[in-house]
């Protein structure tokens, strides 16, 4: 039986991921579930990632049933995922940061993953570099004042100065590749090109994408009413409920 994507994020930052989807799956029919009561993320613990991420997911599910999960968020996928595909037995797709492609695109260059604290110093991340960034230097830096900044984009546009102050101590080098490890950072796309100059942008979406359009034999529904869960009045203006064919929000309470 066909049925909507449920796409679970910690804020706004899955609508990057949703675009590439969209463009994939014209007329998919989806809920997007926000936690903005909890978000940033890369501020709390393990822990109650799993739990608040657990439960956004069981109060989406226990609304309407989908045919697969999208979970758009780099910190809660490295935490949760296991846990979610043993509950569910629909498909559990994950983002991580795009090391692979950025290290097949520029070997033996100099990259910077930006991300949540969270996920720059996880165990996850450490696996991926360790698999494929032989030859190639690779800084970090987490940020959650940068999750922030892209928020309150949605509603002022951001300035190079804004993004300039965030990154103040990022280190002062050329980058070939800037790894966006972050869903919410590809809402600041403008002014961190401006901010690094040359260096190519590397985002996940469009891998996601494609991974959900393999793995949607014939699982997902299309044209149907979407959703809107939040576990706190605020986000995005409501442009982007025309833009996404979203109705207004409604208000979940999560059950932790």
């Known amino acids: ?14 609508f990057t991921v949703l675009d590439a989807i969209r463009e994939r799956l014209p007329g998919l029919s989806y809920s997007y579930a926000a936690d903005y009561a909890g978000c ?26 989908h045919g697969m999960i999208v979970i758009a968020c780099n910190t809660a996928s490295t935490q949760i995922l296991p846990q979610l595909r043993d509950v569910y037995s629909i498909p559990v797709v994950g983002v991580v940061p795009a090391i692979k ?72 080098k050329s980058y070939d590749a800037v790894i966006l490890g972050c869903t919410h950072f590809p809402l600041l796309k403008v002014p961190l090109k401006l901010f690094f100059g040359d260096a190519e942008l590397i985002d996940s979406a469009q ?17 149907a009413e979407n959703a809107f869960y939040v576990t706190q009045r605020s986000g995005p203006p409501s442009p982007f409920f025309v833009r996404y064919a979203l109705p207004d929000p409604d208000l979940v309470e999560l059950n932790l």
Do not use: W
């Open 101 to 172: 492609p950025a290290c097949e695109r520029h070997p033996m260059g100099t990259l910077l993953l930006l991300a949540t604290p969270q996920t720059v110093h996880g165990d996850y991340l450490d696996d991926l570099v360790a698999r494929f960034s032989q030859g190639v230097r690779l800084d970090r830096y987490g940020s959650t004042d940068l999750v922030r900044l892209a928020e309150a984009s949605l509603h002022v546009a951001p300035t190079l100065k804004d993004v300039a102050r965030v990154l103040s101590s990022v280190p002062a």
């Open 40 to 65: 940033p993320y890369g501020e709390r613990s393990p822990e109650e990632i799993m739990r608040r991420t657990m439960a956004l997911v069981n109060a989406a599910q226990a609304r309407r049933q």
């Open 207 to 223: 891998g996601i994408a494609s991974r959900v359009f393999a793995l949607d034999e014939d699982r997902l529904s299309f044209n």
């Open 1 to 14: 039986m066909r049925r909507p994507l449920l796409i679970v994020d910690s804020g706004s930052g899955g």
